[in-house]
């Protein structure tokens, strides 16, 4: 594709070729060079757009936004051929793992709760380390470091409250959807879109508070015994390389849907509440979060909400019963943090939801 290139010390430009290769731009002007996607800023003008990389770089591109289009349309769908891919290896390997656990765990739905119970930490550490790092390619961490800093330490906090043997780890990550999900051994990842959904510090405490307490009491290491049973274990116990479990569990939306017994759910708003309480922080802002989430799944928004109102069912009700139980507190963050937090996912986007935006 033709492009301009410009140094950006000097008002010259010179044309160049440019292509992309594995979601990475490349041309030539002084040598190769290769720009990845995600790490580019741009900026249409008319119907031109304009490409810099790197915060120092002053060097520019500038092709015609139709070309760009094409350009980056065959990366979408490059994206899309390799995402096919991995889910038909996926299916097949989630289809032979079920098997497997089908046969020799049958009991194991009825079982999740004392398994989890008495899975030791150091392997649930392990399941979610395996996890945490499947997760992170989809799941893009946010950028903003102070933002990511407060998240953190109200984690910290409610880790601290919980006397649970994990680390409560929160983070902002990237992600075309309003949630929030724990994962096995304390990490817990919230979408920009559940920040964005959130009006007050507390709503947001409330959201991770609850997820929390999905550590706490074990509900997330529950969660995939019953979601996948035997296939998670041999993945960790044959070393994580293999990646059968783990892959399944994400197959299946575990990962991020671990579907919750009801009274599961419950109870994840009581504790996370109690561990506000403990915190001295405010348990106020869950009640309008349900009831937020309730009236966007009404309104425009309603797709982004939607998966989210049907893994927790009973919203409205949940709201009223948690805001019975709301105790006032200290805000969970300082205005400053809350600006933090909300600006964390704003630099550097995930690629594919900023070509949406951009077209
Ligand atoms: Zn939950």
Same mark, same amino acid.
């Given at each position: 594709?033709?492009?301009?290139?410009?140094?950006? *010390?000097?008002? !010259?430009? *010179?044309?160049?070729? @440019?292509?992309?290769?594995?979601?990475?731009? @490349?041309?030539?002007? %002084?040598?190769?060079?290769?720009?990845?996607?995600?790490? +580019?800023?741009?900026?249409?003008?008319? %119907? *031109? +757009?304009?490409?810099?990389?790197? $915060?120092?770089?002053? #060097?520019r591109l500038t092709l015609a936004l139709a070309d760009w289009r094409e350009l980056t349309e065959h990366a979408i769908g490059h994206h899309r051929r390799v995402r096919q891919r991995e889910i038909r290896l996926v299916a097949a390997l989630a289809a032979s793992a079920a098997a497997i656990a089908g046969l020799v765990f049958v009991g194991i739905p009825a079982a999740s709760g004392p398994l989890a119970r008495h899975t030791p930490p150091s392997l649930e550490r392990k399941i979610g380390r395996n996890l945490e790092a499947q997760v992170s390619l989809p799941f893009r961490t946010c950028r903003g470091a102070a933002g990511q800093a407060a998240l953190k $330490?109200? &984690?910290q906090r409610l880790g601290q409250a919980a006397n649970t043997p994990f680390d409560i780890r929160v983070r902002a990550v990237h992600a075309p959807? +309003?949630?929030?999900?724990?994962?096995? &051994?304390?990490?817990i990842l919230v979408t920009d879109e559940l920040i964005d959904l959130a009006a007050t510090p507390d709503e947001l405490a409330a959201v991770i508070a609850h997820e929390s307490a999905h550590v706490q009491k074990r509900h997330v290491m529950q969660g995939v015994w019953r979601s996948f049973g035997?296939?998670?274990?041999?993945? #960790? +116990?044959?070393? &994580?390389?293999?990646?059968?479990? !783990? !892959?399944?569990?994400?197959?299946? &939306?575990?990962?991020?849907?671990?579907?919750?017994?009801?009274?599961?759910?419950?109870? #994840?708003?009581?504790?996370? !509440?109690?561990?506000?309480?403990?915190?001295?922080?405010?348990s106020q802002g869950m009640a309008p979060f349900f009831q937020r989430l309730v009236a966007t799944s009404e309104g425009k928004n309603a797709q982004a909400v939607k998966a989210l109102i049907s893994d927790h069912p009973d919203t409205l009700r949940r709201a009223q019963a948690s805001r019975a139980r709301a105790k006032s507190g200290a805000a969970a963050f300082t205005p400053a943090e809350w600006t933090a937090i909300q600006a964390s996912c704003r630099d550097g986007y995930d690629p594919l939801k900023r070509m949406r935006k951009l077209f």
């Amino acid at each position: 594709m033709q492009a301009r290139y410009h140094d950006g *010390r000097t008002a !010259q430009s *010179r044309p160049t070729k @440019v292509c992309v290769e594995d979601e990475t731009l @490349v041309f030539s002007a %002084d040598g190769e060079n290769r720009w990845p996607l995600d790490a +580019v800023r741009v900026e249409t003008v008319d %119907d *031109r +757009v304009r490409i810099a990389y790197g $915060r120092d770089d002053p #060097a520019r591109l500038t092709l015609a936004l139709a070309d760009w289009r094409e350009l980056t349309e065959h990366a979408i769908g490059h994206h899309r051929r390799v995402r096919q891919r991995e889910i038909r290896l996926v299916a097949a390997l989630a289809a032979s793992a079920a098997a497997i656990a089908g046969l020799v765990f049958v009991g194991i739905p009825a079982a999740s709760g004392p398994l989890a119970r008495h899975t030791p930490p150091s392997l649930e550490r392990k399941i979610g380390r395996n996890l945490e790092a499947q997760v992170s390619l989809p799941f893009r961490t946010c950028r903003g470091a102070a933002g990511q800093a407060a998240l953190k $330490r109200l &984690g910290q906090r409610l880790g601290q409250a919980a006397n649970t043997p994990f680390d409560i780890r929160v983070r902002a990550v990237h992600a075309p959807m +309003v949630n929030a999900f724990a994962l096995p &051994g304390g990490a817990i990842l919230v979408t920009d879109e559940l920040i964005d959904l959130a009006a007050t510090p507390d709503e947001l405490a409330a959201v991770i508070a609850h997820e929390s307490a999905h550590v706490q009491k074990r509900h997330v290491m529950q969660g995939v015994w019953r979601s996948f049973g035997f296939g998670v274990l041999l993945d #960790a +116990v044959v070393g &994580g390389g293999s990646g059968a479990g !783990q !892959q399944a569990v994400l197959l299946m &939306g575990s990962a991020t849907n671990l579907h919750y017994s009801r009274a599961a759910e419950a109870e #994840a708003d009581s504790a996370g !509440q109690d561990l506000l309480t403990a915190q001295g922080l405010s348990s106020q802002g869950m009640a309008p979060f349900f009831q937020r989430l309730v009236a966007t799944s009404e309104g425009k928004n309603a797709q982004a909400v939607k998966a989210l109102i049907s893994d927790h069912p009973d919203t409205l009700r949940r709201a009223q019963a948690s805001r019975a139980r709301a105790k006032s507190g200290a805000a969970a963050f300082t205005p400053a943090e809350w600006t933090a937090i909300q600006a964390s996912c704003r630099d550097g986007y995930d690629p594919l939801k900023r070509m949406r935006k951009l077209f």
